[in-house]
Nanobody, 126 residues
Framework: QVQLVESGGGLVQAGDSLSLSCVASGFTFTRLAMGWFRQTPGKEREFVANINWNGGKIYYADSVKDRFTISRDNAKNTAYLQMNSLKPEDTAVYYC???????????????????WGQGTQVTVSS
């Protein structure tokens, strides 16, 4: 059973930066593709970014490309999301996601995520 624990959310101003972390346990981390989604009230959870097991394949939503950077440290069983130039529209609950398909290197799909973290709130004020 995979457990994902996010941290790093908070309240920032537009233009600021914030870094999220997601620590995984209960599974061999190098077998997991990792990603991030976000959700606002009344809307479907939306894809933000994902990274394959060795960092060789990375995907971003168009809305965050060139502002957000996803990375992972396999020695620490941790995935990261560095968010720069934050905008009020980035306000959401951010969820860490894991896909256990062996060596999966494609873009994450909401319906195919195997495990979710509990979510961390990111609020960007204007």
């Amino acid at each position: 059973q995979v457990q994902l624990v996010e941290s790093g959310g908070g309240l920032v101003q537009a233009g600021d930066s914030l870094s999220l972390s997601c620590v995984a346990s209960g599974f061999t981390f190098t077998r997991l593709a990792m990603g991030w989604f976000r959700q606002t009230p009344g809307k479907e959870r939306e894809f933000v970014a994902n990274i394959n097991w060795n960092g060789g394949k990375i995907y971003y939503a168009d809305s965050v490309k060139d502002r957000f950077t996803i990375s992972r440290d396999n020695a620490k069983n941790t995935a990261y999301l560095q968010m720069n130039s934050l905008k009020p529209e980035d306000t959401a609950v951010y969820y860490c996601a894991a896909d256990t398909r062996l060596w999966y290197s494609g873009r994450f799909d909401l319906g195919e995520v195997d495990y979710w973290g509990q979510g961390t709130q990111v609020t960007v004020s204007s």
